[in-house]
């Protein structure tokens, strides 16, 4: 399955941004879906995943709240709808799939990466 992640940008600090994540190739209900990011100088870190039918979700602690995963089957997507923006969400974030399991420490199974679409918070 090939993945590309749109609808990144720069917003100020305490906006809003959309991320989508279009995968083809495959149908997307075969996978549970997750996003990530990496900030300049850091590793990749883990922010969401979702379900495979999208009735589970998963945050990490630093987003809970402020970010929600979500998903449409038919439509081969998955998105990331973020609010309350922070500087420190500055960071590219990549769509990943996986047909086991995306936890915030490993990606279980076979699974793919999508080119990373950049978010710019300004303070």
């Known amino acids: 399955v090939q993945l590309q992640a749109s609808g990144g940008g720069l917003v100020q600090a305490g906006g809003s941004l959309r991320l989508f994540c279009e995968a083809s190739g495959r149908t997307v209900s075969s996978y549970e879906m997750g996003w990530f990011r990496q900030a300049p100088g850091k590793e990749r870190e883990f922010v969401a995943s979702i379900s495979k039918s999208g009735g589970s979700t998963n945050y990490a602690g630093s987003v809970a709240g402020r970010f929600t995963i979500s998903r449409d089957n038919g439509k081969n997507k998955a998105y990331l709808q973020m609010n309350s923006l922070k500087f420190e969400d500055t960071a590219v974030y990549y769509c990943?799939?996986?047909?086991?399991?995306?936890?915030?420490?490993?990606?279980?199974?076979?699974?793919?990466w999508g080119k990373g679409t950049l978010v710019t918070v300004s303070s």
């Open positions: 990943a799939a996986s047909d086991g399991s995306i936890t915030p420490s490993y990606i279980y199974g076979l699974h793919y």
